[in-house]
């Protein structure tokens, strides 16, 4: 089936750095890709959906200046977190949308803890 | 845009029983339904999707309904396992060709008691 490889699994950062967290679609082209916070016991919050080569696409209060997407290529997306502080910390989630000929639907990496100190 | 409400947000059962959980959407447009069990510090995994041509899907112990003039689906989990305890998500979206964003509901902790 589709694999979404996302990395770091968890990281910590001091506050004023920049963190990436990166997604790979592994075995289909991932047209577009999703990335999603959640706060502890709470759903999935959409940040952005992000298209190949193109800019990506905000959701309503989600600082575009922060939250910086890159979706250069077809397998690959990346988030980086930019000047963060202790409240950026949370669990990051990326997906990709694969086409109806692979099944259609979604698939989801294995998110990123952030922590920030 | 989407809204997409599910309930009850806990669930508690003992091993062997039914659970069911419901959701609601607001968008008629919506024709893709998947639910996904989400363990504590993992991302979330498709359990069972439901697309708006089809009332019903089985999987197993699983199953899935969709009412589209009601504009809700529900989640049956039959002979409950300890191994079912986790967060599932019901999700919202509309598909086709590719797929668009995906709304999710609150989420259901459901917890099966040995």
């Known amino acids: 089936g589709a694999v979404v490889s996302q990395h770091p699994s968890w990281v910590i950062c001091k506050s004023g750095t920049s963190v990436k967290i990166e997604c790979r679609s592994l075995d289909f082209q991932a047209t577009t890709m999703f990335w999603y916070r959640q706060f502890p016991k709470q759903s999935l919050m959409l940040m952005a959906t992000?298209?190949?080569?193109?800019?990506?696409?905000?959701e309503q209060g989600v600082e575009k200046d922060k939250f910086l997407i890159n979706h250069a290529s077809l397998t690959l997306s990346t988030l980086t977190v930019t000047s963060a502080h202790p409240e950026d910390s949370s669990f990051y989630i990326c997906?990709?949308?694969?086409?109806?000929?692979?099944?259609?639907?979604?698939?989801f990496g294995s998110g990123t803890r952030l922590t920030v100190v | 845009g989407e809204n997409v409400e599910q309930h009850p947000s806990t669930l508690s059962v003992q091993e062997g029983d039914s659970a069911v959980i419901k959701c609601t959407y607001s968008d008629s447009a919506s024709n893709y339904f998947p639910w996904y069990k989400q363990e504590l510090g993992k991302g979330p995994q498709l359990i069972i999707d439901i697309r708006s041509n089809v009332g019903e899907k089985k999987d197993q112990r699983i199953a899935v309904t969709l009412n589209k003039t009601a504009k809700h689906f529900s989640l049956h989990i039959t002979e409950t396992q300890p191994e079912d305890s986790a967060v599932y998500f019901c999700?919202?979206?509309?598909?086709?060709?590719?797929?668009?964003?995906?709304?999710f509901g609150q989420g259901t902790i459901l917890t099966v008691h040995p």
């Open positions: 992000s298209n190949e080569g193109s800019k990506a696409t905000y």
């Open positions: 999700a919202a979206s509309i598909g086709g060709t590719s797929y668009g964003k995906l709304t």
């Open positions: 997906s990709a949308s694969h086409p109806r000929d692979r099944g259609g639907g979604y698939t």
